[in-house]
């Protein structure tokens, strides 16, 4: 393995194609790639180094077709490329966002997704614990789909054994705002105090600026949230977000949210045109609504809560939302 400090400029940049399109790449695309960051290098020089980062394992070559990173590619990728990917929004998410296009009014289309790894063995447990969660109002949505070994999705190939579980990002709600032209931000993440089924109030927040992980995907990996103890006894910690626009667009952010297809979208705790004082993050939500909502992977917590599975990762690549289906029907496909 290379230290960091002795890469070449050109196999550093390489890295950043790599990773940040999170797709096949041949050798003339990462010719055209690096000459567009002002790197101008002959197709035999990256033949070269990609025959170098193969010999280290970091890449995987699929023959005509191209190279991409493989998981220790990845992960040498996010270390290399750490403040690259510091900020309010990560720089992968933001690029992945750009690829959405759900149409709310055919309800077909890309989305932002969350994916969980569990073992092959106990996907059906996995399974039946997520069917029972589908009944909370702490989800944003009970849809689902699996990848099975082998298959691969953004920067992500299921290792053998394993099977991977997609679900919907809360992410997806400042897409479709931004997608009609409302300037939409995530200010911050929470934890969510549940009593009686009810909601009481907020435990704990992260703010999203300066981080490259989901403050969400910290709370849960971290196990912080008791999302097993709401579905049981209505009393526990979720995660939920605080998501801001110009008070002006108060109508048209409620118009949008109102003809969202529940089963895909249905984590909206509260929508207001004027943030509340105990929820204002800085001076500049004098001025801004807000919508509350619950995480996305709320749904997935309580598998990471019971050890059920594992490598839980938040607005990690995008799906076909049409091929997500409610989880009671995932399960007919998983016998225990």
Same mark, same amino acid.
């Given at each position: 393995?290379? !230290?960091?400090? !002795?890469?070449?400029?050109?196999?550093?940049?390489?890295?950043?194609? #790599?990773?940040?399109?999170?797709?096949?790449?041949?050798?003339?695309? +990462?010719?055209?790639?690096?000459?567009?960051?002002?790197?101008?290098?002959?197709?035999?020089?990256?033949?070269?180094?990609?025959?170098?980062?193969?010999?280290?394992?970091?890449?995987?070559?699929? *023959?005509?077709?191209?190279? &991409?990173?493989?998981?220790?590619?990845?992960?040498?990728?996010?270390?290399?490329?750490?403040?690259?990917?510091? *900020?309010?929004?990560? &720089?992968?998410?933001?690029? +992945?966002? /750009?690829?959405?296009?759900?149409?709310?009014?055919?309800?077909?289309?890309?989305?932002?997704?969350?994916?969980?790894?569990?073992?092959?063995?106990?996907?059906?447990?996995? $399974?039946?614990?997520?069917?029972?969660?589908?009944?909370?109002?702490?989800?944003?949505?009970?849809?689902?789909?699996?990848?099975?070994?082998?298959?691969?999705?953004?920067?992500?190939?299921?290792?053998?054994?394993?099977?991977?579980?997609?679900?919907?990002? *809360?992410?997806?709600?400042?897409? &479709?705002?931004?997608?009609?032209?409302?300037?939409?931000?995530?200010?911050?993440?929470? /934890?969510?105090?549940? !009593?009686? *089924?009810?909601?009481?109030? $907020?435990?704990?927040?992260?703010?999203?600026?300066?981080?490259? #992980?989901?403050?969400?995907?910290?709370?849960?990996?971290?196990?912080?949230?008791?999302?097993?103890?709401?579905?049981?006894?209505?009393?526990?910690?979720?995660?939920?977000? $605080?998501?801001?626009?110009?008070?002006?667009?108060?109508?048209?952010?409620?118009?949008?949210?109102?003809?969202?297809? !529940?089963?895909?979208?249905?984590?909206?705790?509260?929508?207001?045109?004027?943030?509340?004082?105990?929820?204002?993050?800085?001076?500049?939500?004098?001025?801004?609504?807000?919508?509350?909502?619950?995480?996305?992977?709320?749904?997935?917590?309580?598998?990471?809560?019971?050890? $059920?599975?594992?490598?839980?990762?938040?607005?990690?690549?995008?799906?076909?939302?049409?091929?997500?289906?409610?989880?009671?029907?995932?399960?007919?496909?998983?016998?225990?």
């Amino acid at each position: 393995m290379f !230290e960091i400090d !002795e890469y070449p400029e050109t196999v550093i940049e390489i890295f950043r194609i #790599l990773y940040f399109s999170g797709k096949l790449q041949t050798t003339g695309e +990462l010719r055209s790639a690096l000459k567009r960051r002002s790197v101008d290098v002959e197709a035999r020089t990256i033949r070269y180094h990609l025959t170098n980062l193969e010999k280290n394992g970091l890449v995987r070559r699929y *023959g005509n077709r191209g190279v &991409m990173l493989t998981a220790e590619g990845v992960e040498e990728a996010k270390t290399l490329l750490v403040f690259d990917r510091v *900020g309010g929004l990560a &720089m992968e998410t933001e690029r +992945l966002s /750009l690829d959405c296009d759900y149409d709310p009014r055919t309800g077909k289309g890309s989305i932002m997704v969350n994916t969980i790894l569990v073992d092959r063995r106990k996907t059906a447990e996995a $399974i039946e614990i997520l069917s029972g969660v589908s009944e909370s109002r702490v989800i944003l949505s009970s849809r689902l789909a699996v990848l099975h070994a082998g298959e691969r999705m953004w920067n992500c190939e299921v290792p053998e054994g394993k099977n991977a579980l997609i679900g919907v990002s *809360g992410r997806n709600y400042d897409i &479709m705002l931004q997608q009609a032209r409302i300037p939409t931000e995530t200010s911050a993440t929470f /934890l969510y105090r549940i !009593e009686g *089924g009810r909601p009481r109030g $907020i435990a704990d927040i992260i703010s999203h600026s300066g981080t490259t #992980l989901s403050p969400g995907e910290l709370l849960i990996r971290g196990k912080y949230t008791s999302v097993s103890g709401v579905v049981a006894t209505g009393c526990g910690l979720v995660t939920a977000a $605080i998501k801001t626009f110009p008070s002006v667009f108060f109508d048209e952010v409620k118009s949008i949210l109102e003809n969202l297809d !529940e089963s895909l979208f249905s984590g909206l705790v509260e929508v207001r045109a004027q943030i509340p004082q105990s929820y204002r993050v800085s001076y500049k939500d004098r001025n801004r609504g807000y919508m509350l909502v619950y995480g996305g992977a709320n749904f997935f917590a309580p598998l990471v809560e019971q050890d $059920i599975a594992e490598h839980l990762s938040i607005s990690h690549s995008i799906y076909r939302s049409e091929r997500m289906l409610p989880v009671k029907e995932a399960a007919a496909s998983f016998p225990g």
